[in-house]
């Protein structure tokens, strides 16, 4: 069989390579950075060549950096689990009940994804200093929940609302309860709206710092509240801080490869159209 030479098909390919590299070699380059001491993270310009030590590795981990991770993992775990919950009911409600207002109150619900969180840093520090919740996870589960939810309602809202609404129908007639026409028919057929729901609230949430940082800077700091600490009066710690942010993303990397095929399926579908 003669192929075709396609110029296009040639070009769109190596297009895709060039951004591919210029996306990973950052995070390469960090990696790289963390086997390297200080005198060799600082070298101008930057040398490929050096000798690799497990310094940075061992001192992480004496600086209780498992302890930071655990605190991460438990609260974006729990609010990711709180927001889909909520978010999924919110969706499916919006979508069994069609009303004239569901427009305005989805608009209302992803309108709160634009404040800015200087806004309310102030009042949430004040409301969780009256009910004792500062320096606490529930600090943190309360505050991610609360912005993912209304990401959750949007993605699954998208996803919903392209099942036949027949479906719906067809259910209730055979006399299936919204919970099991949920729980049977929409949710086994939105799977990909669902990993991308849950891999983007837990992105958001293990990467989001301000909360974290005022929130629970002393008994319940995150991974990202670690990394900042190699910014000292001393100067800024470059081979430190790039194993600490290596050791970071680890869990965001294998949760995005383990879900690749349902997130590159729930892109593809429409979980990120309005």
Known sequence: MKLKFR??????SLVA???TILIVFPIFWMMVTGFKDEVSAYQMPPGFTFTPTLDNLSQAFQSGILTYLYHSAASVGVATVVALVFGVLAAFALIAYPR????????WLISTRFMPAVGVLIPLYVIFQHIHL????????????AINIPLVVWIMYSFFKDI?????????VD????????????LPISVPGLAVSALLSVIFSWNEFLFAVTFTYTDAPTVAVFVSSYTTSEGLFWARM??????????????????QRQLIRGLTLGAVKG
């Open 134 to 145: 500062l320096d606490s996870l529930w600090a943190l589960i309360i505050v991610y929940s």
């Open 164 to 172: 036949p609404r027949d479906l719906l129908e067809a259910g209730r």
């Open 7 to 12: 110029p296009g098909t040639v070009l769109a």
């Open 100 to 107: 004239p207002s569901n427009g305005s109150v989805l608009f």
């Open 175 to 186: 006399g299936a309860s919204d919970r099991q026409i949920l729980m049977r028919i929409f």
């Open 242 to 259: 790039s194993m600490a942010i290596s050791l970071a993303i680890v869990v965001p990397i294998l949760l995005g490869w383990a879900a």
């Open 17 to 19: 390579y060039i951004v």
